[in-house]
C-alpha cells in the first residue's frame, strides 16, 4: 500500500512539474507575441507616416488591383488589369484603350480577341479599381490626379504592319 501511495505521489509531482514547464513556455510564447504586436504597430505608424509624405502609395498594403472572389492570374482579364495598374502609374495621367493597347503589347501580353480594343474597353469598364476620366482614359479609382498632367491630342494606335 506504502509503495501504491508512493508511486501516485510522484505522479502528481511529474505531472504539476510538466505543467509548471508548460505554463513557462507559455508565458515566454505570450511574451513573444506581445513583441510583435508592438513590432507590427511600430511599422504600422511608421508607413502611415511615410504614406503621409508620398501619397502615391498603395493604401491597401501592397495591394495593387481590387481583391477579387477567385483570382486567376492566368486569365487576360487579370493581366490586363495589373499590367494596366502599372502603366497608368507610369504614365501619371489617364491612359486611353490605345494606349493601355500599346503599353500592353510592349510587355508582351496579347490579347486574342477580334477586337482587341473593345476587349481591353469592357476589361476596363467592369474593373471596380479604374474609372473612365471624362472619356479622356482610365484613371485609378480614389487616387487624385496630379494638377501636372497634360492634356493631350487622341492617341492613335498604331497600323499593324502586315
Avoid: C
Wanted: hydrophobic share 40%.
Amino acid at each position: 500500500m506504502f509503495e501504491t501511495l508512493g508511486s501516485l505521489d510522484r505522479e502528481i509531482q511529474n505531472h504539476r512539474s510538466a505543467s509548471d514547464a508548460l505554463k513557462r513556455e507559455a508565458e515566454a510564447l505570450l511574451d513573444r507575441a506581445r513583441n510583435h504586436e508592438k513590432v507590427a504597430m511600430e511599422l504600422a505608424t511608421a508607413r502611415a507616416n511615410l504614406q503621409a509624405f508620398e501619397p502615391s502609395l498603395p493604401d491597401q498594403s501592397g495591394q495593387t488591383v481590387a481583391p477579387r472572389q477567385r483570382e486567376r492570374r492566368s486569365s487576360l482579364a487579370w493581366q490586363v488589369r495589373q499590367h494596366a495598374f502599372d502603366l497608368i502609374l507610369a504614365a501619371g495621367r489617364p491612359l486611353s484603350r490605345g494606349e493601355l493597347l500599346v503599353g500592353l503589347i510592349d510587355k508582351g501580353i496579347t490579347i486574342d480577341a477580334a477586337k482587341p480594343l473593345q476587349a481591353i474597353g469592357k476589361i476596363m469598364w467592369h474593373a471596380k479599381e479604374f474609372e473612365n476620366k471624362n472619356n479622356k482614359g482610365y484613371w485609378i479609382v480614389g487616387k487624385p490626379l496630379s494638377s501636372g498632367s497634360q492634356e493631350r491630342k487622341r492617341f492613335k494606335t498604331p497600323k499593324a504592319s502586315i
